[in-house]
């Protein structure tokens, strides 16, 4: 069974940095692709950052969070981070871990796996 477990939400400032996690187990295939989408209150659901387990360094970061979000996997531990810094207001959401086999799903914003979010809250 293939489990996706978010972790390290919480509130902060803006401006501040916060590390989120998620946890992967139960893929058999060593090559895989892992994001991280958001959706805010009466928002879309959006993609933040993705990149590929085992196909090298390649990521992908939506407009808004480049230069300040860093998203890593530790592939001893398989787990997916992604490093928040100067959090903005507008970062506030539900953040969510997903992985897929293929990317197209991913770049749909459909991929097949989802962990159950972890809340990212960023006050003034």
């Known amino acids: 069974e293939i489990r996706l477990v978010e972790s390290g939400g919480g509130s902060v400032q803006a401006g501040d940095s916060l590390k989120i996690s998620c946890a992967i187990s139960g893929f058999r295939s060593t090559f895989y692709f892992v994001a991280w989408f958001r959706q805010a209150p009466g928002k879309e659901r959006e993609g933040v950052a993705s990149?590929?387990?085992?196909?090298?360094?390649?990521?992908y970061y939506h407009d808004s969070v480049k230069g300040r979000f860093t998203i890593s996997l530790d592939t001893v531990q398989n787990t997916l981070y992604l490093q928040m810094n100067s959090l903005k207001i507008e970062d506030t959401g539900m953040y969510y871990c997903?992985?897929?086999?293929?990317?197209?799903?991913?770049?749909?914003?459909?991929?097949?796996?989802w962990g159950q979010g972890t809340q990212v809250t960023v006050s003034s």
């Open positions: 990149m590929s387990f085992g196909g090298g360094d390649s990521k």
């Open positions: 997903s992985a897929d086999n293929q990317y197209e799903p991913i770049l749909l914003g459909q991929p097949r796996y």
